[in-house]
Every structure is written in C-alpha cells, then in structure tokens.
C-alpha cells in the first residue's frame, strides 16, 4: 500500500553559538520568554493548562507569519532533557484549517569539537487534503526565530 501523499514530513537545522542546554529551556521551561527573544515572529506565548515544560501542559501562541497574524494551540507530548527534546502537537489555530495533524519536535545537540549547538526543527504532519501545500514557508520562519532567539540567548549572558 503506498504512503498517502498527505502525509508529510519537513526539518530546518541551524547552527547556533548558544549552548544546547541554555537555548533547550528556552522552549522546554520558558517558552513564554520566546516572544521577548523574537518579537518579529511571535507576539505572546501563554500557559491555558498545566505547568511551563510538563508534557500535557497547553500552550497558546500568537506569531505572525507570511505577513498574518496567526494563532496555534498546541499541547506539550514530549519533554526528555537528557536528549534535549521536545515535541508539541498542535491542536487548534490556523495551521489546523489546513492539515488534520501536525506534531512539531525540536531537538539541540551540542556541536561536535567546538561551542555552540545545532538546533533541529521537525516537522510531521497530514494535510486535510491533497491540494494543500505542503508547510515549507514555516522553515525560514523558524530559522529566523532560532537566530533570534541564539542572538537573545547570548545578550543574557
């Protein structure tokens, strides 16, 4: 049986000069700091249910992207600090009018032989139909707001 074309599956990676562990709890402890490190990309992050990096936690997010104002609500699945990951399905807002499911992970390793880290962002998702595009835009979007948020992490320091 073939893979439905409405699956799919998107990753940026972008080098950063912060340390893995530092730019790890940005989103796993304190994304609400994230809009103060990116406010171009994310105006507010606010905790609906539970803690800041528990998995079950509910986590409302207001960004702009391709020039829009745009909402997600999405609730944290995954939270290994040893692995330094993180994963958050998406359960509501404008990414949900066009696909029926979309789990994002991010995951920062530090880089082999040298400072700084690698952050990656992944993406699986299921478009609700075949005429929707598949999410490419969103990886310049969040390699932006890796830069910003590693400029920000830095300037802390």
């Given at each position: 049986m073939a893979q439905s074309s409405q699956l799919g599956e998107l990753e940026v990676e972008v080098e950063i000069k912060s340390p893995a562990a530092k730019f790890y709890h940005m989103y796993a402890g304190r994304p609400?700091?994230?809009?103060?490190?990116?406010?171009?990309?994310?105006?507010?992050?606010?905790?609906?249910?539970g803690e800041w990096g528990e998995v079950g936690s509910i986590i409302f997010w207001n960004y702009v992207h391709d020039g829009q104002a745009k909402v997600a609500k999405e609730r944290i699945e995954?939270?290994?600090?040893?692995?330094?990951?993180?994963?958050?399905?998406?359960?509501?807002?404008?990414?949900?009018?066009?696909?029926?499911?979309?789990?994002?992970?991010?995951?920062?390793?530090?880089?082999?032989?040298?400072?700084?880290?690698?952050?990656?962002w992944h993406f699986e998702y299921e478009k609700i139909h075949e005429n929707v595009s598949h999410p490419e835009t969103l990886l310049p979007f969040f390699a932006e707001m890796i830069k910003d948020i590693d400029e920000h992490l830095l300037s802390e320091e």
């Open positions: 609400h700091h994230v809009a103060k490190a990116t406010p171009g990309n994310v105006q507010a992050c606010d905790l609906h249910d995954v939270v290994e600090p040893e692995k330094k990951l993180v994963k958050f399905r998406v359960l509501e807002g404008d990414l949900m009018e066009e696909f029926k499911s979309f789990l994002i992970t991010i995951q920062v390793t530090p880089k082999q032989g040298g400072n700084g880290s690698i952050v990656k």
